[in-house]
């Protein structure tokens, strides 16, 4: 598996642990930076990690900001992004589960390292449960089809 990770700098304080949880479960890390704390804009990190997993370069993104929501919602606007922003446990399962999320998107002003590992441990090992959950994945797609013109 081969995973991309982004950040700005109110994210970076997640990005060591989290390498080190996909370096010991041998995931191959493409790191698109940030690698300092000096102010950054989140938008151009996020796409690099989205346009990764939309053309298949890698298999999945993990995303990280000061809350995860700017860098979410910058990710999302790639074609086939499904970018999800996770704070517990539950929802970083459930965005695997239900929504197929291929891009976990995290603060580092929100939770901890210690959680954020905790979180893509959950978000890695959760399966896509598929059945009704395929119809709204599905009707997510035909909302992209609509509008990526």
């Given at each position: 598996m081969k995973i991309a990770l982004g950040c700005d700098h109110g994210g970076i304080v997640l990005k060591p642990a989290i390498k080190e949880l996909l370096e010991n479960r041998n995931i191959e890390i493409v790191d698109?930076?940030?690698?300092?704390?000096?102010?950054v804009d989140y938008p151009d990190f996020a796409l690099k990690v989205a346009e990764a997993v939309s053309t298949g370069s890698v298999d999945k993104g993990i995303i990280l900001c000061g809350t995860g929501i700017g860098i979410s919602i910058a990710a999302n606007k790639v074609k086939?992004?499904?970018?999800?922003?996770?704070?517990?446990?539950?929802?970083?399962?459930?965005?695997?589960?239900?929504?197929?999320?291929?891009?976990?998107?995290?603060?580092?002003?929100?939770?901890?390292?210690?959680?954020?590992?905790?979180?893509?441990?959950?978000?890695?090992?959760?399966?896509?449960?598929?059945?009704?959950?395929?119809?709204?994945?599905?009707?997510?797609t035909k909302i992209e089809e609509k509008y990526f013109k």
């Open positions: 698109f930076g940030c690698y300092t704390t000096d102010s086939g992004i499904r970018a999800a922003v996770a704070h517990d446990l539950f929802t970083a399962e459930m965005c695997k589960k239900h929504n197929n999320a291929n891009i976990i998107s995290m603060g580092g002003r929100v939770v901890t390292p210690e959680l954020a590992t905790e979180m893509v441990k959950v978000w890695l090992d959760s399966e896509f449960e598929g059945g009704r959950h395929t119809t709204r994945v599905d009707k997510i």
